[in-house]
């Protein structure tokens, strides 16, 4: 007996009832994105797993536990993407787009792949719309991604339930320094710590500071702070970035704990955090990577970056009511046709009305039907009109436009009149 087929635990389907509120999410933020001047990179699924591992780093959750990697017929070892800022970064290298001090002001949306538990918010196959900013170093560039975002929960109408979290991690000599006194602090103390805080102190001690555990959090209220440490250019770095927040009227919170997964930032990093959606708080995380370039074999060249997760964005929507109602409705006229004469001049129409009309979503009816079954079919595909042509429309040259919702009479239109009534009944969204 063969097994009933199946996805992939952690890997949805993204069914057609759900599909047009991505798009509308999509679109909303491709649309922003080109008024902000940024530009649409893609990249492939698939890297070589080294790609990865140099820059990434070889002791962090993503390459220690988290990727899909295989071996390929060559016997290369290829990996599903985790993140997109690598990719991103082989790209402008191969083709020579930041050489130069080239500006590039880049953004993506796909596919990231990474083997956690599944959970609410959290996915094996989730979606990230990222955006990279290379060749500019200085703070007026790390607040236009913020206020670029911004905007955007403005337009998505979640500006309510969204935080700003802000830290500056320094550079990495500053970093170092820090990263030695946070070792002897938490050396010091080893027997309190969890399990999973006394690995991360051999292997990324700063990732400590992102323990979920209780009494980790408790135990690091007095631990040296990474402000402390910050190097003057890095501090005034962060000045210049708070004070742009600050005249464009964002708020945030500074939080000296914020140091992220990864481990290529330096300088600015930053999240937008809800509470709306429990544990997997996070809906979009940033920050600069000045290092990372140099690091995968190319010149010196500052990088600032973000992505958001689709999936988290979605779901806030729905939980905060967000969901514009528009988006709900497919189909505005849907055409029934009662037999082979009445289909046939009903192709034509509809055709005719599309030349004139081109943003109508007008559907056919298909497969036929008694007047009882096409008309349920109309109701239930939630088109706001109906057009019927049967043997008396088509004789007398006009078409039964009847109003499936609400108000209004069902009345004869002369197929040359249909266009312009449609075009003014439908509101086009
Ligand atoms: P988290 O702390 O939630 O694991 P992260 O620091 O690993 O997040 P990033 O690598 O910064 O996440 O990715 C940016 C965004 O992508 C996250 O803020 C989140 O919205 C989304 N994201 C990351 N991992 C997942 C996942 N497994 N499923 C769904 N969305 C995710
Ligand atoms: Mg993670």
Not at 211 to 224: G, I, M, R, S
Request: aromatic residues 8%.
């Amino acid at each position: 007996m063969s097994k009933t087929l199946q996805a992939i635990r952690g890997m949805n389907d993204i069914l057609p009832e759900q599909t047009p509120l991505w798009r509308y999410f999509e679109g909303t933020v491709a649309g922003l994105l080109d008024t902000y001047g940024y530009r649409q990179i893609r990249m492939p699924i698939v890297e070589f797993t080294e790609l990865f591992k140099r820059s990434i780093g070889e002791v962090t959750d993503i390459v220690e536990k988290e990727m899909y990697t295989f071996e390929d017929r060559n016997g290369d070892s290829l990996t599903l993407r985790p993140e997109g800022t690598a990719a991103c970064v082989r790209a402008m290298l191969e083709h020579g787009l930041t050489g130069g001090g080239q500006v590039q002001k880049l953004w993506y949306n796909g596919p990231m792949f990474r083997h956690e538990r599944p959970q609410k918010g959290r996915y094996r196959q989730f979606h990230q719309i990222g955006c990279e900013v290379f060749n500019l170093d200085g703070p007026d560039i790390d607040a236009e991604l913020i206020v670029l975002t911004w905007r955007l929960w403005g337009q998505l109408g979640l500006r309510d339930a969204v935080k700003l979290e802000l830290n500056s991690l320094g550079t990495s000599e500053a970093r170092g320094r820090y990263r030695e006194a946070l070792v002897e602090f938490l050396s010091a103390r080893l027997q309190q710590l969890d399990e999973d805080s006394q690995r991360r102190l051999k292997t990324n001690p700063l990732r400590v500071l992102d323990t979920k555990h209780p009494e980790t959090q408790a135990l690091l209220v007095d631990a040296p702070k990474l402000a402390d440490y910050l190097d003057e250019e890095s501090r005034v770095h962060f000045d210049g970035l708070k004070a742009r927040l600050d005249a464009a009227g964002i708020p945030y919170v500074v939080n000296p704990k914020l140091v992220r997964g990864l481990d290529y930032y330096s300088k600015t990093v930053f999240e937008w955090v809800t509470d709306q959606l429990g544990a997997q708080g996070t809906v979009c995380a940033g920050g600069r990577y000045d290092g990372l370039v140099e690091q995968m074999g190319g010149k010196p060249t500052s990088g600032v970056g973000f992505a958001m997760g689709i999936e988290r964005l979605i779901l806030l929507l729905e939980t905060v009511g967000q969901v514009p109602e528009s988006i709900g409705r497919q189909v505005d006229v849907y055409l029934c046709a009662f037999g082979e004469q009445a289909e046939l001049a009903g192709l034509a129409l509809a055709e005719q009305v599309r030349d004139q009309l081109p943003n109508l979503r007008l559907q056919v009816n298909a497969g036929g039907g008694s007047f009882k079954s096409q008309f349920k079919k109309a109701d239930k595909s939630g088109a706001l009109y109906a057009l019927i042509l049967g043997d008396d429309e088509l004789a007398a040259r006009v078409v039964a436009f009847k109003p499936l919702r609400g108000q209004g009479e069902q009345q004869n239109i002369a197929w040359d009149a249909l266009h312009a009534h449609l075009a003014n009944c439908v509101v086009q969204g």
